[in-house]
């Protein structure tokens, strides 16, 4: 938990390594802790999760919570492999899918060595490397959210290469054949980060199939509405898997969480509804929004990026919250800022969009 520093609270300690110190640390969304919003900052699911997967995690919360849980999942992996069309020997489990990238980030990239990431993405990835006293090699977007073919041929001091896809903050997606079109040039694994994958057209499974050096990262937060229980995986050869596995903790999987996740990639006639719920309110939220003058990045998330031409957008976001409601501000050296609003239940949408015209006068 971050905590804001006091007087009676210093923020430097000399025992910690050197690059410890110099580094600022990933700064999650706000999650306020009094008082009722309307939280559409942290893209997290408005409905709630399906019935069988709540059973399931009270079924695990009454029997055997005196024994360590499964350190393989495998009854998830199980589940997952036959969703996936895959083998269990090609998944492995972590708490939430930020467990994931920092076992992998581990595994691949050491000290004075670097990992790249495409700009503006997910800012952990910087700190990711940083924790391995790495550097970040970052590649820009273009002004159309393609990226550069330089993205997929990095020099040799880079061993890792993150790619967000569907990408954070812009909810844009980089086609399957564009990834697979590079993959001869690659020189170490592309990490595509499917966060949001279950919300996008397609996905980048099936190129694990075709090279050892495409991972694919998932998290049951978003989609499956379990934020709250930390749970995420990987895909990949299972050559590759057996390196990630000697990296994570040994029980890096809760017995609730494993119970919760197997059950919810168990029912996937909810997932389908849920996202084609979600779709349709993304759908009417970006024609409002660009009904209300914004330019509106079209979004394969479940979140839309914008910005307003006459108003700022650090503005907007404040005076949202100032009536309670929030949304994620975000601002990126080089390229800019902007908010990015999750796609949240049509009531909770509606009452944002009431605000939203206030505020811009309409």
Not at 81 to 88: G, R, S
């Amino acid at each position: 938990m971050q905590t804001e520093p006091t007087e009676e609270m210093p923020t430097d300690y000399p025992l910690a390594q050197p690059h410890v110190r110099q580094m600022q640390g990933y700064v999650p969304g706000e999650q306020p802790q009094a008082g009722k919003f309307i939280k559409l900052n942290t893209n997290e699911n408005p409905f709630p999760p399906a019935e069988n997967v709540v059973r399931a995690i009270k079924d695990a919360a009454e029997s055997h919570l005196n024994l360590y849980p499964d350190p393989t999942c495998l009854a998830f992996r199980r589940v997952a492999a036959e969703v996936l069309k895959v083998e269990p020997d090609w998944i492995i489990c972590g708490n939430g899918s930020d467990d994931i990238l920092t076992i992998l980030t581990r595994t691949f990239v050491g000290a004075g060595q670097a990992l790249r990431m495409a700009n503006p993405s997910y800012t952990l990835y910087r700190t990711l490397a940083q924790i391995q006293n790495a550097e970040t090699d970052v590649v820009d977007y273009e002004g159309d959210w393609s990226l550069p073919a330089q993205f997929y041929a990095p020099p040799s001091k880079v061993k890792l290469i993150y790619l967000a896809n569907p990408n954070s903050p812009s909810g844009t997606l980089i086609a399957k054949r564009e990834i697979e079109r590079h993959l001869g040039e690659l020189t170490c694994p592309l990490v595509v980060d499917e966060a949001y994958g279950d919300f996008a057209v397609e996905n980048c499974v099936e190129l694990v199939n075709k090279s050892d050096k495409v991972i694919v990262t998932r998290s049951l937060s978003k989609s499956y509405s379990l934020a709250g229980l930390r749970f995420g995986f990987a895909v990949a050869q299972p050559h590759v898997i057996a390196q990630l596995l000697k990296i994570k903790d040994s029980y890096n999987c809760d017995r609730l969480s494993i119970a919760g996740a197997t059950a919810a990639l168990s029912n996937q006639a909810w997932l389908s509804e849920t996202l084609q719920k979600i779709k349709q309110t993304r759908m009417r939220l970006e024609q409002t929004l660009s009904d209300l003058g914004f330019n509106v990045t079209p979004s394969q998330a479940n979140f839309v990026w914008c910005q307003h031409p006459r108003k700022a957008s650090r503005t907007i976001y404040q005076e949202l919250k100032e009536q309670r409601i929030l949304v994620r501000y975000m601002s990126y050296d080089g390229w800019g800022d902007g908010i990015r609003i999750t796609v949240g239940s049509d009531s909770q949408i509606d009452a944002m969009l009431a605000i939203l015209k206030s505020i811009l006068g309409i």
